[in-house]
């Protein structure tokens, strides 16, 4: 197990160092978070003493679980799941940074407990950029009036924006979900608001990396490449879905 995960990653990292090569980027740019949905404390530590410094969750209730034997080592970790409020307090206890901040009751409440516990929150904004009714994120044309609402709450610091881009056999057909975000991030750049001149990029997954590299992801989140099909009772899990 030990060998297949440190392998996988060494394949990542090369998929990584030659899609930034293809289009002129540099790899120290892009990061590679951890998506471990599913997967075992014992598998994500392998690939966390291999180097790995990221990692995402997408339930509160695996933070929790796997918070015993993960909390003591230098990870950081991210929730990249859809966020409801009631469940706010506690994902807190756990991460530095929110992926799937795409509502304002969310944010709302975001900044209530943050308040509370007198700190501040790295915040990505999701973005359904593929238009898909089965995924979260808001829609492209609100994101600017979004980021200016929630650029009033100081303990949220705006970092970027995040997708799933478009999952499809056909290549030509993934690309415009993914160049979309890009688009609304250098919308975001004239609008001149102070602070948000160095918006990272969170999209890409195991399927489509080097694309997103390509349009310009900064992070790429990487769970089946790494870790195998993750199976839930008779289904392998599809990281298409966030929740």
Same mark, same amino acid.
């Given at each position: ?17 030659n899609a930034c *090569? #293809? ?14 949905? #599913? ?71 975001l900044n209530k ?37 929630? *650029?009033?709450y100081e303990t ?67 769970? #089946? ?19």
């Amino acid at each position: 197990m030990k060998n297949e995960i440190i392998f996988n990653l060494l394949k990542v990292h090369q998929r990584i160092e030659n899609a930034c *090569k #293809t289009s002129g980027r540099n790899p120290a740019d892009v990061q590679l978070l951890l998506a471990t949905k #599913t997967v075992p404390a014992d598998r994500i530590r392998i690939a966390i003493e291999a180097g790995e410094t990221l990692m995402g969750e997408n339930k509160m209730q695996e933070l929790r679980d796997k918070d015993s034997e993960l909390k003591h080592l230098p990870i950081e970790r991210h929730f990249i799941g859809h966020l409801q409020t009631n469940k706010v307090k506690d994902v807190l206890k756990y991460v530095s940074c929110i992926q799937s901040l795409d509502r304002l009751n969310l944010a709302e409440e975001l900044n209530k407990q943050l308040l509370n516990q007198n700190r501040k929150l790295d915040v990505f904004v999701q973005v359904n950029t593929s238009y898909e009714e089965s995924k979260f994120g808001l829609e492209p044309s609100t994101v600017l009036d979004f980021i200016k609402k929630i *650029k009033s709450y100081e303990t949220l610091n705006i970092k970027g924006l995040m997708t799933i881009g478009l999952l499809d056999v056909e290549k030509e057909k993934m690309i415009p979900s993914l160049r979309l975000l890009r688009t609304i991030r250098d919308e975001i750049y004239k609008e001149g608001i102070e602070g948000l001149q160095d918006l990272k990029l969170s999209m890409g997954m195991s399927q489509d990396l080097e694309l997103a590299i390509a349009e310009g992801s900064n992070m790429v989140r990487i769970g #089946t490449s790494i870790f195998g099909n993750r199976f839930l009772g008779k289904e392998i899990w599809n990281e298409n879905i966030t929740e």
